[in-house]
């Protein structure tokens, strides 16, 4: 009857030992980290697409899907016929059809920074900080936790085992009281415990590096945005040197023109 009440508590512990909780409600935070996305969206295409930021933002939010993130392809896609069928331009491009790419490609800039911001941003750095507060709680707690039953089963494996040897005398071991194969499971059970504590911690460790590698790829791509924003920016100051060079020489022309033909 000891036994069977022995081995029955042993599993019990066992299966009362919680497992590496909950980091959070990952649907939640995905939420949020979407919500940052979409503010900065939001906040900041009317300031880098004039005069066609309209046209942009309507761009965006009809290629939203279910995760209330914009599909990139599908959004420049329509950025650009809205801007090439409408003849849009602004005050460097002329052409529709040049306006077209280089309003694309901002918006493929502002929603490589607004992933960014969902990553690296203030509410973001504050959603990562209480996850990781989360697993180290949870892993500090499995351990206490978990040292706490291997004392319980061993006071209570040295209790039985006196209560045995003082009212017969015969038992002088825990083998002898359970039998070697029991014993052994009991032992092994509580190894297994501890055995999946080292692998929680490994996890949790994965995790962490996982983080650290996103943000270090957010801050490549925030690097080749403004790579790419710079080399644009170069482009189109050539491309109006040019123009206004063309111009100069053609009003130069013509004066020529005019005085040759006075004279």
Not at 130 to 142: F, G, V
Not at 178 to 185: A, C, N, Y
């Amino acid at each position: 009857m000891k036994k069977t009440i022995f081995i029955t508590l042993s599993i019990s512990l066992i299966a009362a030992l919680p497992a590496i909780a909950q980091v959070g409600n990952v649907w939640v935070d995905f939420q949020n980290y979407a919500n940052d996305l979409q503010l900065y969206l939001r906040d900041n295409i009317s300031d880098t697409l004039l005069p066609v930021e309209s046209e942009a933002q309507t761009a965006i939010n009809s290629y939203n899907g279910e995760l209330n993130i914009p599909n990139p392809v599908a959004a420049r896609r329509s950025l650009i016929d809205d801007i090439v069928i409408n003849s849009l331009s602004n005050n460097f491009e002329n052409n529709p059809a040049v306006n077209a790419k280089l309003s694309a490609n901002e918006v493929d800039r502002q929603l490589t920074r607004s992933i960014a911001v969902g990553i690296l941003g203030e509410e973001a750095q504050i959603r990562s900080r209480n996850k990781l507060e989360n697993i180290e709680n949870s892993l500090e707690n499995t351990t206490r936790e978990i040292q706490q039953k291997r004392e319980d089963s061993q006071n209570l494996l040295d209790d039985i085992t006196d209560t045995a040897i003082n009212s017969s005398g015969v038992f002088s071991s825990l083998s002898s009281l359970l039998g070697p194969s029991q014993s052994r499971l009991i032992e092994l059970q509580l190894q297994n415990n501890e055995i999946e504590n080292e692998q929680s911690k490994m996890i949790a460790e994965n995790l962490v590096e996982t983080m650290q590698l996103h943000q270090t790829l957010q801050y490549s791509n925030l690097n080749l945005a403004n790579i790419s924003q710079e080399f644009e920016e170069s482009n189109r100051s050539r491309r109006v040197k040019a123009s206004a060079e063309a111009a100069r020489l053609l009003r130069t022309t013509s004066q020529v023109d005019l005085i040759g033909r006075k004279k």
